[in-house]
């Protein structure tokens, strides 16, 4: 998990597969922002889920930032392939706060929500 300062917002995420009721490992995840809602995105890096699903090393956010665009590379999880091919979750953040947002996957649906 990424930790910001208390000037920019922070970033986790992890994936449960709900279809076996396990985490989904190996995931990639690509992690973007921007200033303003009419800005470029700005694409900060990525990680892979571990064992456990989670993402662990995000990188930060960068000051100003005011949305948060995260990238489920979900097609190469599932061995025969995916409904939907990738997971595009985009929010809005607050400076000085955390946000953990979980996504619960499918091979044919997912959904996702602020997490603690």
């Known amino acids: 998990m990424s930790a910001g300062t208390a000037s920019t917002a ?14 989904a490992a190996d995931v990639a995840v690509s992690l973007a922002a921007r200033t303003g809602t009419d800005e470029a ?13 989670r993402c662990k090393d995000l990188p930060a956010l960068p000051e ?8 489920f590379a979900t097609e190469a ?5 995916a409904f939907f091919p990738e997971v595009t979750v985009t929010f809005t953040v607050i400076a000085g706060e955390h ?18």
């Open 99 to 116: 946000y953990h947002v979980p996504l619960l996957l499918n091979p044919f649906g997912y959904s996702v929500y602020r997490g603690s």
């Open 10 to 23: 922070s970033v986790s995420t992890h994936i449960l597969d709900t279809s076996t009721g396990r985490p």
């Open 41 to 53: 995105w700005q694409t900060l890096g990525g990680s892979r889920t571990d064992a456990d699903g």
């Open 77 to 81: 999880y599932f061995d025969n392939g």
């Open 64 to 71: 100003g930032t005011v949305q948060v665009r995260l990238e």
